[in-house]
């Protein structure tokens, strides 16, 4: 199978020849790893099944506001400011009132433009890797760069008709972007937005199935009409709300956060038969501060508890930030080839180090 082929199978909750991996990799981890590479070139050489990826640089035409160059207005009309970190932090919202949101006008999702670096990828990637969109869902983008956390929160308890507008505005402009990525050759959508901190989850169970999760359901419903898979990306201790991000008909979920507690074999237990499991090796601690056998051991562990059956994508918690250790990250990524392989019972039987427990 070639890397497309592996990440489509583990989506249908299939086995595919061997667990599949990708990530979204830092600038600062790639230059140590592969000085000088591009993430295209990287990916290629580490032979990595799919390219994830959100084109902020190329599509996104920040406008620069302040002498340091690091603060800018995205292109909702938000202020953001970036440190050494890919993502932005945000600043400022875009709108602070309905009078504002009267005379808002979105950003245009047809301009051809936005479409040069997919395309790049397609012509050098299509039908070989898979080829993964970043889209932000509704809530995240209202909530970060549109109304400000304190605005689409406040707003969803005090003037719900107000967030269901931004909801629907916001929607509109991401089934349009996702279905120009579709045309221009998008595999798989990777649908951004955490609903949960690592206690338990941002809002309550009923405003998230008022306000979160109509949104979502019609974004997976509209990618499937497409013919295109869908991963939901959420930190957090989602499990009081797990059953609502479920019955939305997502492909795939992650990270199944180790650092809110879940266990991805407890999750491959409980709903494993229902979604392919993406995670779950710790960047906030093995693959930032542990040994290479201990990064080793908990990749094992994970393709051990979530792998059987196929329905795994065995990926770090989040992402390869720039904080995690060069040597970790292809200690985890040797893991997943050295454990990997179908069927993983005669695998792991061939693969027990001395020293190590049946």
């Known amino acids: 199978m070639n890397g497309l082929e592996r990440v489509l199978t583990a989506l249908r909750l299939k086995e595919p020849d061997r667990v599949p991996h990708f990530e979204r990799v830092a600038k600062k981890v790639i230059n140590a790893i592969m000085p000088g590479a591009s993430h295209e070139d990287f990916v290629e050489r580490m032979d990595l099944d799919g390219l994830r990826f959100i084109d902020r640089t190329n599509s996104w035409k920040y406008e620069v506001?302040?002498?340091?160059?690091?603060?800018?207005?995205?292109?909702?009309?938000g202020v953001v400011r970036y440190s050494g970190e890919d993502n932005p932090i945000p600043v400022e919202p875009a709108v602070n009132s309905e009078k504002e949101l009267d005379k808002y006008k979105l950003p245009d999702p047809d301009e051809e433009w936005r479409y040069d670096y997919l395309r790049q990828l397609v012509k050098r990637f299509k039908g070989e890797r898979a080829i993964i969109v970043g889209v932000t869902d509704v809530f995240a983008l209202g909530r970060e760069n549109f109304l400000g956390f304190n605005g689409y929160l406040m707003g969803m308890l005090k003037n719900p008709a107000y967030i269901e507008r931004v909801n629907e505005l916001l929607l509109g402009y991401q089934l349009r972007y996702m279905k120009n990525c579709k045309d221009a050759g998008a595999d798989i959508f990777w649908i951004n937005g955490d609903w949960a901190v690592?206690?338990?989850?941002?809002?309550?169970?009923?405003?998230?199935?008022r306000f979160l999760v109509p949104p979502l359901q019609k974004m997976v419903a509209f990618a499937h009409e497409l013919g295109i898979p869908c991963i939901k990306h959420t930190d957090g201790n989602i499990m009081p709300i797990c059953e609502l991000i479920l019955d939305t008909g997502i492909d795939g979920l992650h990270p199944i956060d180790p650092m809110?507690?879940?266990d991805i074999g407890e999750a491959k237990r409980s709903f494993g038969h229902r979604v392919c499991l993406c995670g779950n090796v710790s960047c906030a601690f093995s693959l930032v501060s542990g040994t290479e056998e201990e990064v080793r051991e908990e990749t094992r562990e994970v393709i051990r508890k979530a792998g059987k059956g196929g329905g795994l994508i065995c990926m770090s918690s989040n992402s390869i930030h720039s904080g995690v250790k060069p040597q970790n990250y292809l200690a985890m990524l040797?893991?997943?080839r050295d454990y990997g392989t179908y069927p993983l019972e005669d695998h792991f039987d061939n693969l027990i180090s001395p020293g190590e427990s049946r």
Not at 65 to 77: E, L
């Open 260 to 262: 809110a507690g879940m």
């Open 334 to 336: 040797k893991a997943i």
């Open 198 to 209: 690592t206690e338990k989850p941002m809002v309550s169970y009923e405003l998230t199935r």
């Open 65 to 77: 506001i302040d002498s340091s160059g690091m603060v800018k207005r995205d292109q909702w009309g």
